[in-house]
């Protein structure tokens, strides 16, 4: 599905992506998680093609996608969100949702808005402007507009971060039902129960690369990730 | 259809103001449609997309010399020289637009007013075209009526056509940039085509504008063509009536000609003046126009009603996504 490899990138003397590397199986959620500053979010950027890579390839369904626009990227079916949802305010919920898509006739696509708008329960915000919405209803816009585009791979920022316990577990559930219907997921997230009990696998990054990547459990336990996190204990 | 009618009306209402009108109101009303028309263009790019421009100007002087030129020395007739003239400016902007539009915010402000600095050096300099600060003379215009005519009907168009992109999903790519553009470029929307696609319609009225000007005046040189004034009346029209809206420029052009002409008449030393202040309270009082006064108040319909109108009845909803 996904196949990232040797991923490189340098911010002046900073390696904040190095030599990432790792494989996404379709139909699968998969957690990236990491501390703070460890690079999940610019590896986001690198896959999506917002920053350009040093060094390393992105292969999206066997296709060399490195170096792509992210509109070339987003039309391949690999959709992303960002940790701050980043809505067209002055546009309401409906338009957002439909500003990016292009197949269908106009009809079609409002059908389709308005059903994924129930799905995240905003049928009723549909023409209120985005600008007007709380942060959380915000995420799951940004999710919803999202699957608009019918997206093979989603990757998520945080999607739960700052969103109160019962809207997460609605959000999870959301996820949980896209993924049965064969979408791919990555999700960075802090939220350590909420992302295992999400996940099939989940790939540990810290200072720029991946470290550990496996079941939930397992990675749990690995010594490397303790490290990573608590430090490294002292005898 | 209503509608239909309204708009045949309006348009054969317009049409028969010369039966009736002397000279005098004829170029007053030659005056609001141009700045209205320019108002519509700079909308687009500006008011729709959000690349605020001081120097759509460039593409009015183009299309001013184009015509002029084919003019005198072609002796094309000036409606197709005032549509070459547009076409003209429609291909310049090509690969200036896809320089300019790289920058953004104040810099493709300040790069746009820049850009019409350079084009009025250029009229300037390339004398044996435009004949540099001297100027182009053009026989002169006895019968308004047609000029009129050719004003309105570009002015027409531009509100037919921003009203057809407020309600197009091309008019919400447009304002998806206008509000973030890295989001919409992450969802797919080819941003630095649909900015170039506005940019270039955005040049090519302004150029037939300039074209059917120069015809109208009989004259061209580089300081009249390349005026920052008229940029800056445009973009106040607009920022007046309201931008990325349909009836904002019209509403704006509309209010601004017949101010200008009442303060001009009854302050004749001070109307600059008294026309600033205008500016500054509206600005301050109403940021989003009149146009989003007169909504609030009722008094105009909502803009972008398409989707709410496919929304309003929609076919029977099912639990889960596609």
Same mark, same amino acid.
Request: charged share 15%.
């Given at each position: 599905?996904?196949?990232?490899?040797?991923?490189?990138?340098?911010?002046?003397?900073?390696?904040?992506?190095?030599?990432?590397?790792?494989?996404?199986?379709?139909?699968?959620?998969?957690?990236?998680?990491?501390?703070?500053?460890?690079?999940?979010?610019?590896?986001?950027?690198?896959?999506?093609?917002?920053?350009?890579?040093?060094?390393? $390839?992105?292969? /999206?369904?066997?296709?060399?996608?490195?170096?792509?626009?992210?509109?070339?990227?987003?039309?391949?079916?690999?959709?992303?969100? /960002?940790?701050?949802?980043? =809505? /067209?305010?002055?546009?309401?919920? =409906?338009?957002?949702?439909?500003?990016?898509?292009?197949?269908?006739?106009?009809?079609?696509?409002?059908?389709?808005?308005?059903?994924?708008?129930?799905?995240?329960?905003?049928?009723?915000?549909?023409?209120?402007?985005?600008?007007?919405?709380?942060?959380?209803?915000?995420?799951?816009?940004?999710?919803?507009?999202?699957?608009?585009?019918?997206?093979?791979?989603?990757?998520?920022?945080?999607?739960?971060?700052?969103?109160?316990?019962?809207?997460?577990?609605?959000?999870?559930?959301?996820?949980?039902?896209?993924?049965?219907?064969?979408?791919?997921?990555?999700?960075?997230?802090?939220?350590?129960?909420?992302?295992?009990? =999400?996940?099939?696998?989940? =790939? $540990?990054?810290?200072?720029?690369?991946?470290?550990?990547?496996?079941?939930?459990?397992? $990675?749990?336990?690995?010594?490397?990730?303790?490290?990573?996190?608590?430090?490294?204990?002292?005898? | 259809?209503?509608?239909?009618? @309204?708009?045949?009306?309006?348009?054969?209402?317009?049409?028969?103001?010369?039966?009736?009108? #002397? #000279?005098?109101?004829?170029?007053? @009303? +030659?005056?609001? &449609?141009?700045?209205? *028309?320019?108002?519509?263009?700079? #909308? +687009?790019?500006?008011?729709?997309? *959000?690349?605020?421009?001081?120097?759509?100007?460039?593409?009015?002087?183009?299309?001013?010399?184009?015509?002029?030129? @084919?003019?005198?020395?072609?002796?094309?007739?000036?409606?197709?020289?005032?549509?070459? !003239?547009?076409?003209?400016?429609? %291909?310049?902007?090509?690969?200036?637009?896809?320089?300019?539009?790289?920058?953004?915010?104040?810099?493709?402000?300040?790069?746009?007013?820049?850009?019409?600095?350079?084009?009025?050096?250029?009229?300037?300099?390339?004398?044996?075209?435009?004949?540099?600060?001297? !100027? %182009?003379?053009?026989?002169?215009?006895?019968?308004?009526?047609?000029?009129?005519?050719?004003?309105?009907?570009?002015?027409?168009?531009?509100? !037919?056509?921003?009203?057809?992109?407020? #309600?197009?999903?091309?008019?919400?790519?447009?304002?998806?940039?206008?509000?973030?553009?890295?989001?919409?470029?992450?969802?797919?929307?080819?941003?630095?085509?649909?900015?170039?696609?506005?940019?270039? %319609?955005?040049?090519?009225?302004?150029?037939?504008?300039?074209? +059917?000007?120069?015809?109208?005046?009989?004259?061209?040189?580089?300081?009249?063509?390349? &005026?920052?004034?008229?940029?800056?009346?445009?973009?106040?029209?607009?920022?007046?009536?309201?931008?990325?809206?349909?009836?904002?420029?019209?509403?704006?052009?509309?209010? %601004?000609?017949?101010?200008?002409?009442?303060?001009?008449?009854?302050?004749?030393? +001070?109307?600059? &003046?008294?026309?600033? &202040?205008?500016?500054?309270?509206?600005?301050?009082? @109403?940021?989003?126009?009149?146009?989003?006064?007169?909504?609030?108040?009722?008094?105009?319909?909502?803009?972008?009603?398409?989707?709410?109108?496919?929304?309003?009845?929609?076919?029977?909803?099912?639990?889960?996504?596609?």
């Amino acid at each position: 599905m996904l196949h990232v490899e040797g991923l490189e990138k340098r911010f002046g003397g900073l390696r904040a992506v190095d030599g990432a590397t790792f494989r996404l199986q379709p139909g699968v959620i998969t957690a990236l998680i990491g501390p703070n500053g460890s690079g999940k979010t610019t590896t986001f950027d690198l896959i999506t093609g917002n920053v350009r890579p040093n060094a390393g $390839v992105v292969r /999206f369904e066997g296709r060399d996608i490195t170096g792509l626009s992210p509109w070339q990227v987003a039309r391949l079916g690999l959709g992303r969100t /960002f940790q701050l949802p980043r =809505l /067209f305010g002055e546009m309401t919920v =409906l338009e957002n949702m439909t500003a990016a898509v292009r197949e269908g006739t106009l009809r079609e696509v409002v059908h389709r808005a308005l059903k994924l708008l129930d799905f995240v329960g905003l049928t009723a915000h549909a023409d209120a402007p985005a600008s007007s919405l709380s942060y959380g209803q915000r995420k799951l816009t940004e999710l919803a507009r999202v699957l608009m585009l019918r997206p093979r791979l989603v990757l998520l920022d945080e999607p739960f971060a700052g969103v109160n316990p019962t809207l997460a577990r609605a959000i999870a559930d959301r996820l949980l039902a896209l993924q049965r219907q064969g979408t791919t997921f990555l999700v960075i997230d802090h939220d350590m129960p909420l992302v295992m009990g =999400l996940a099939e696998t989940v =790939l $540990v990054m810290d200072m720029g690369s991946v470290i550990a990547a496996g079941a939930p459990k397992d $990675v749990r336990d690995d010594p490397r990730v303790r490290e990573a996190y608590f430090g490294t204990a002292r005898p | 259809m209503p509608r239909a009618l @309204l708009v045949g009306l309006a348009l054969a209402g317009a049409g028969a103001v010369p039966l009736v009108a #002397n #000279n005098y109101v004829l170029s007053v @009303l +030659i005056s609001l &449609a141009m700045f209205t *028309g320019l108002a519509y263009a700079w #909308n +687009i790019i500006s008011g729709y997309t *959000g690349y605020l421009s001081f120097g759509q100007v460039t593409f009015f002087g183009v299309g001013a010399y184009t015509a002029a030129v @084919l003019i005198i020395k072609l002796h094309v007739a000036w409606p197709l020289a005032a549509l070459a !003239g547009g076409l003209l400016a429609a %291909l310049l902007s090509l690969p200036l637009g896809w320089i300019m539009l790289r920058l953004r915010g104040p810099y493709f402000a300040i790069g746009m007013l820049g850009l019409s600095r350079i084009a009025e050096r250029i009229a300037f300099a390339w004398e044996p075209v435009t004949d540099g600060g001297r !100027g %182009l003379y053009l026989p002169p215009v006895l019968d308004l009526r047609a000029v009129y005519w050719a004003v309105v009907l570009v002015a027409a168009a531009l509100v !037919g056509i921003t009203s057809l992109l407020d #309600n197009s999903r091309f008019g919400l790519r447009l304002l998806a940039i206008r509000e973030d553009e890295g989001g919409a470029d992450n969802l797919g929307i080819n941003t630095t085509l649909a900015k170039l696609q506005a940019f270039v %319609l955005s040049a090519f009225f302004p150029g037939v504008l300039g074209g +059917i000007y120069a015809w109208h005046v009989s004259y061209v040189d580089p300081v009249t063509a390349f &005026a920052t004034q008229i940029d800056l009346t445009a973009i106040v029209a607009v920022l007046l009536g309201g931008a990325g809206t349909v009836w904002g420029p019209l509403i704006g052009g509309v209010t %601004l000609s017949v101010l200008a002409e009442v303060l001009w008449a009854r302050f004749p030393f +001070i109307h600059t &003046a008294l026309f600033g &202040a205008l500016v500054i309270v509206t600005v301050l009082f @109403l940021p989003k126009g009149l146009a989003d006064a007169f909504r609030q108040r009722g008094w105009l319909a909502p803009g972008r009603a398409f989707l709410r109108r496919l929304a309003a009845r929609p076919a029977p909803l099912e639990a889960a996504p596609e």
